[in-house]
């Protein structure tokens, strides 16, 4: 037996050393990945993959099931939600990843966090909510939660690369390169705010084809013919051109995707946001649910003392804006309903 297999005390240490002699010179390796606090490694799992389990049993993730994607309530069962996207993403984000040989562990934990920060009814609520309360964005506050609201109040400790990657996944109204925002600091993180546009894209298209919204006749031929006719080749050919754009990317270590594709891809966003986000957001019931959003925080910004106790921790010396913004963005759609419903609309009552 070598002396390097000698070495190896625990399961994690074996990967760490796999992934040391298998992963691409350019990845980010799970050895050494520094924390906001430093604390005890585990004997098992390397770093990223205590991160993955910490994202995934938090109630913000379990929330997600019940946060508006892109329709407010829809009759249907098989439109996406919020907790959907985020498993497309992170499917997506780990193929690209694995043939890349970068860390699917840091992949899999950043694209299972970029939305944990998400507003009830979408980003109809997230409009609502930053125009009551200036400056908020889903991406910082998905770090918020991780970092601060968590654990009553503890947060995850999660490692540097992952509370990179979930803070500068959001591309904020760019292409599917991604041009807009903060640029992630690992590939890892440049992987999955691609693999965010690639799954968003598709998976409306093929939700607002199932509503009626738009037609498979209305799409240009080029989409069809570069990028594929059906759900699963439209992916596919996004996924293996990337691959094969970033293995060969000068310089070496980076995520390309082809200039045809790309413009492909962006004028399916167009068609996206002429025919699906637009009219949509000018809906009655798109309305309704900011206005539901603005309600909630005005009410609770001017009221603290009835938000629930993990939004207003002792000794903390947040405003009552922030609590309330913490409270409100938490909100699953249906809750956020019941609340107003409960606070705002008159119930019959008996003499």
């Known amino acids: 037996m070598s002396e390097t297999a000698l070495a190896i005390r625990s399961p994690r240490e074996a990967v760490e050393a796999r992934e040391a002699g298998w992963l691409s010179p350019v990845a980010t390796l799970s050895a050494g990945a520094s924390r906001p606090e430093s604390e005890p490694e585990c004997d098992i799992r390397t770093a990223f993959q205590r991160d993955r389990d910490r994202i995934l049993h938090t109630k913000s993730f379990r929330r997600l099931m019940h946060k508006t994607q892109v329709f407010v309530a829809p009759a249907g069962d098989h439109y996406r939600t919020r907790l959907t996207h985020t498993l497309e993403v992170t499917q997506i984000a780990r193929t690209i990843g694995r043939a890349l040989r970068l860390n699917e562990d840091l992949i899999e934990a950043i694209a299972l966090g970029h939305d944990l920060g998400h507003t009830p009814f979408g980003h109809a609520g997230e409009t609502a909510l930053a125009a009551a309360f200036p400056g908020f964005r889903h991406n910082q506050q998905s770090l918020r939660i991780v970092d601060h609201l968590e654990r009553q109040g503890r947060?995850?400790?999660?490692?540097?690369?992952?509370?990179?990657?979930?803070?500068?996944?959001?591309?904020?109204?760019?292409?599917?390169?991604?041009?807009?925002?903060?640029?992630?600091?690992?590939?890892?993180?440049?992987?999955?705010?691609?693999?965010?546009?690639?799954?968003?894209?598709?998976?409306?298209?093929?939700?607002?084809?199932?509503?009626?919204?738009?037609?498979?006749?209305?799409?240009?031929?080029?989409?069809?013919?570069?990028?594929?006719?059906?759900?699963?080749?439209?992916?596919?050919?996004?996924?293996?051109?990337?691959?094969?754009?970033?293995?060969?990317?000068?310089?070496?270590?980076?995520?390309?995707?082809?200039?045809?594709?790309?413009?492909?891809?962006?004028?399916?966003?167009?068609?996206?946001?002429?025919?699906?986000?637009?009219?949509?957001?000018?809906?009655?019931?798109?309305?309704?649910?900011?206005?539901?959003?603005?309600?909630?925080?005005?009410?609770?910004?001017?009221?603290?003392?009835?938000?629930?106790?993990?939004?207003?921790?002792?000794?903390?010396?947040?405003?009552?804006?922030?609590?309330?913004?913490?409270?409100?963005?938490?909100?699953?759609?249906?809750?956020?309903?019941?609340?107003?419903?409960?606070?705002?609309?008159?119930?019959?009552?008996?003499?």
């Open 155 to 351: 947060g995850l400790n999660l490692t540097d690369p992952v509370r990179d990657g979930i803070l500068c996944h959001s591309k904020y109204g760019s292409g599917i390169a991604g041009e807009g925002g903060q640029r992630p600091a690992t590939l890892e993180g440049e992987i999955v705010r691609i693999s965010d546009a690639i799954a968003y894209l598709n998976h409306d298209l093929d939700d607002a084809l199932r509503a009626e919204l738009i037609a498979a006749a209305d799409l240009p031929p080029a989409i069809d013919q570069q990028l594929g006719s059906r759900h699963a080749a439209r992916i596919n050919t996004l996924v293996t051109d990337i691959i094969a754009q970033s293995e060969t990317a000068t310089p070496p270590g980076a995520i390309r995707i082809s200039p045809a594709l790309r413009q492909t891809a962006d004028a399916l966003r167009d068609i996206l946001f002429a025919r699906v986000y637009t009219p949509l957001n000018q809906e009655p019931e798109t309305d309704r649910a900011r206005h539901i959003v603005h309600t909630l925080f005005a009410h609770f910004a001017a009221d603290p003392g009835q938000l629930p106790e993990e939004f207003r921790p002792p000794g903390s010396t947040d405003s009552p804006e922030r609590q309330a913004a913490d409270f409100v963005s938490s909100m699953t759609d249906r809750y956020a309903i019941n609340l107003y419903e409960r606070l705002f609309v008159p119930r019959h009552w008996s003499i």
